[in-house]
């Protein structure tokens, strides 16, 4: 989070596995309540309905303004960065993200969405909140992970990491993007979205563990197994969702090979929370692959577009 003038800007990651913002993360999940809860968790009020959050599981769709839940779950994200500071009332400018090669089609759309509402009142964990949004800014996911790097690389090391070709990719739990940077520089002609995120490992772990051992492993269990590379199981279990973890691995740089990326003559960047599986299953030369291991760095990416966005306003 950002102060900016009389405002705050917050920057908002909605992925299909976690919420995250600068200073907070919690899954992207929700439960609507018959009922006012009745034992303290994260819960939010709006529109007289109570939502457990952080609870369930949301399912990948193309179009995140599809229903209300993705609204409701940023209102959790703004409330807990404001948290940060104690501020219960705020202008915010809010800074967001879609799929690289859907911001185009659908920017004008999602932007709608968040703005439904300038003026909005709910409650968080027992505190009222009110906040009248400024603005909404949407960027491409991505990029905003490393745009700071980029920036860093240029201003402190004589550009000398991101200088050449490199093939970016953000390996998150619905999708994954990739881009090619020329000496730090997004190329248009070069960026693609495919739905190959983390989930599709999950569905196939759980798909080989019921076929072959008759097991309906839990979420937990298996994401826990994805980061970790131990799991609490058979060894024969292990050996098996080792394999079905390596397999979805060499999947995804076929895919960057599909692409274009060759490890000869390209560093490639990894961002997201996929990247903890090419660290434990993938085969890859550690000198031309680099990871940005903080899960908040787009988050952080899009409030810091977002400033150099009203900076270039002010300067005319």
Known sequence: MKRYNDYYIIGVDAGYGNMKTAQSIFPTGLIALDSDPMYKGNFLKYNGIWYRIGAGHKPFINDKTEDDEFYILTLASIASELNTVHVSKADVLLAVGLPTTWTSRQREKYRDYMLKSRDVKFTFNDVDYRVRFVDCMVFPQGYSAVVQSVDNDLKNNGFRIFSGTIMMTDIGNGTMNMMRLQNGHPDERFIWTETLGVNQCVLAVKKRM??????????ETIDEFLRTKTANLPEECVADLTNVATRYVTGLFDSLRSHGYDPRIMKLIIVGGGGCLVKNFGKYNPASVLFENDIHASAKGFEYMAQG???????G
């Open 210 to 219: 019921m076929d072959a051992f008759g097991l309906d492993l839990p979420d």
């Open 309 to 315: 966005v009203l900076w270039k306003k002010e300067a």
